[in-house]
């Protein structure tokens, strides 16, 4: 593991020895959809569970759907029927708050109103025992500040469940500044007694999982506002190249456009103004035009007023299923040479994947034979300067030396297709490891590019059994800017210390179904490869919301480069 994750697990077993067990009664305050599902989960667990509501319809709605979601379980067969109705008789409806009193563990499911909640933990503090841990199911609020109501802070932690808190198997534990030991022990005990897997995380904006997560639809929005691609192209780009579930315009229709953006706004707010959390303007003019998404019929994509079938917004027509993937064909007539150069992750696997398609696969593009190469492929991550580049550029030429055969393929990671060669013939490329389980690759051109080079590129590709899809031209070009973004707020995360690697990892796979964690898929990328998309963009764009973590730095200036090179992020067996 790294040095800054051994940190954080070394204080983790410290207190090993001193965790609590789960509690033997739980009060649940709001009776909502999350509030029932706590519920749910707390009865399942075996605790006597006291659920409160402050209005009696809610209460009653909410009791239904915990008792409804247990006999769920009975009827798909995760619970027998036996255990189902023992967990349900656990599950008691109380109308006053002082019903609460001999609860180990409350657990506040309230609207997120701080002075409501202000108003519930002083309540709460007067009626339970001073054992009692109080928890807040809270997602956007800082738990310190919520437990500036209480006559005990030190017992109020963030207990964060993920929708619908009986399926997702992720719970956020949440230190705020005056959160006990014993507190968060009683906590994580209690998540581990309803089955989730439970992560550890200090208090601030978006904790760590929603957090980590921001430059996934963030990015995309930018990507959006500068054309570089349309709604349907990122989404089915993040799906088959990326290997997400679902695109992050499918995302944040599914979550609601309007909430996406007042947690976009409390982000930025929290942060005194950090760049990288900046509220995009295409949210605010959806928002304004009542676009919310599925629950509005209408968002980045049409659901036919039902949110029963998604059709993109502007034309009506429904999104086209992706392709079914491709199969290696191996080489056109007259096009099996080509020439893969640079090192790095992706131009192994890039060589590997064309010599098993039947390509001749050479290093340089010298001659060697009778037969010359059709495809010269520069996987260069590191390569000449921004200066050196614009240097060459602004004397008219382009910098090395020019093949006088073969079309040329450049990866845009380092750069943009522009700087790496300005008025050149070349078409650029991008796409993440691992290569082997990338659908899709990205394509772009400039005016001046070859359309016999855009051509060979396409079928080189297709040979290689991925689909590709055309795009504007940045450093990154769509998937490589959002999950670099992606892997760098990971990275800040980790160095500010709000969770470790191992939990941002997990996080992200349990509470939001990423394909992998971040900071893992880093070191499968190579820190290299990451770093040269992040300080190509940097440069570029001229903004701080692309600069690279201190974290991210330093493991590279300390020689840790990735899963190739036996340690990044994480340490690897050699």
Not at 505 to 524: F, I, K, N, Q, Y
Request: hydrophobic share 40%.
């Amino acid at each position: 593991m790294s040095p800054i994750e051994r940190t954080s697990e070394d204080d983790r077993a410290g207190t090993a020895g001193r965790e609590r067990s789960a509690p033997s009664v739980i009060g649940v305050l709001g009776a909502g959809t999350m509030g029932a599902g706590i519920a749910q989960l707390a009865a399942r667990a075996g605790a006597r569970t006291l659920l409160h509501d402050p209005i009696a319809e809610a209460l009653e709605r909410g009791l239904d759907r915990a008792r409804d979601g247990l006999a769920k379980e009975a009827a798909k067969g995760r619970l027998t029927e036996d255990a189902a109705r023992a967990a349900a008789e656990l599950l008691e409806p109380v109308d006053d708050m002082t019903a609460l009193a001999p609860c180990e563990l409350v657990i506040e499911a309230a609207p997120e109103r701080l002075d409501l909640k202000h108003e519930l933990y002083r309540q709460l503090s007067e009626i339970v025992g001073e054992d009692c841990v109080l928890a807040t199911n809270t997602s956007s609020m800082l738990v310190t500040a919520i437990a500036a109501a209480a006559s005990h802070p030190e017992r109020v932690v963030g207990m964060h469940f993920f929708n619908p808190a009986p399926v997702m198997r992720l719970l956020e534990v949440v230190a705020g500044e005056q959160s006990s030991q014993e507190a968060l022990e009683l906590a994580h005990a209690a998540g581990e007694a309803m089955g989730k897997s439970v992560i550890r995380a200090h208090d601030g904006p978006g904790f760590l999982v929603n957090r980590c997560n921001r430059p996934f639809g963030l990015e995309a929005l930018r990507l959006l506002g500068e054309r570089t691609a349309d709604i349907e192209t990122i989404d089915r780009i993040c799906r088959l190249e990326g290997g997400f579930r679902m695109g992050p315009f499918e995302l944040m229709d599914l979550v609601g456009v309007d909430t996406g953006f007042e947690v976009a706004k409390s982000f930025f707010e929290q942060s005194f103004g950090e760049p990288r959390w900046r509220p995009s303007p295409i949210t605010a003019r959806y928002v304004a035009a009542g676009l919310y998404g599925r629950k509005s019929g209408r968002g980045f994509y049409d659901y036919g007023g039902d949110g029963s079938s998604a059709n993109r917004s502007g034309n009506g027509q429904h999104r086209a299923e992706d392709p079914a993937p491709l199969e290696l064909s191996g080489p056109d007539h007259g096009e099996g040479v080509v020439v893969i150069s640079g090192v790095g992750v992706l131009a192994d696997e890039l060589r590997a994947t064309a010599r098993h398609a039947g390509y001749e696969v050479r290093v340089t593009s010298a001659p060697s034979g009778d037969v010359l190469p059709a495809l010269i492929i520069d996987c260069d991550t590191a390569g000449a300067s921004r200066e050196e580049r614009l240097a060459a550029a602004a004397g008219g030429g382009r910098l090395g030396a020019q093949p006088t055969h073969g079309a040329r393929l450049l990866l845009c990671a380092n750069g943009s297709l522009g700087e790496l060669d300005p008025g050149g013939s070349a078409v650029g490329f991008h796409v993440l490891p691992p290569f082997e389980t990338a659908g899709l690759v990205e394509l772009t051109r400039s005016e001046s590019s070859s359309p016999g080079a855009a051509a060979r590129a396409e079928r080189f590709f297709g040979a290689l059994g991925k689909h590709v899809a055309w795009v504007g031209d940045a450093p990154g070009l769509v998937l490589g800017r959002i999950v670099c973004q992606v892997i760098n707020e990971s990275a800040f995360a980790l160095g500010e210390g709000v969770g470790s690697a191992r939990d941002i990892d997990t996080g992200m796979v349990l509470g939001l179904s990423h394909p992998r964690g971040p900071l893992e898929w880093a070191d499968v990328i190579g820190l290299e490869h990451v770093l040269a998309v992040l300080e190509s963009l940097c440069a570029e764009y001229g903004e701080e919301r692309y600069r690279p973590a201190p974290a991210l730095r330093r493991l590279a200036q300390a020689g840790r480069m990735g899963r190739a090179g036996g340690a990044g992020f994480f340490d690897y067996p050699s």
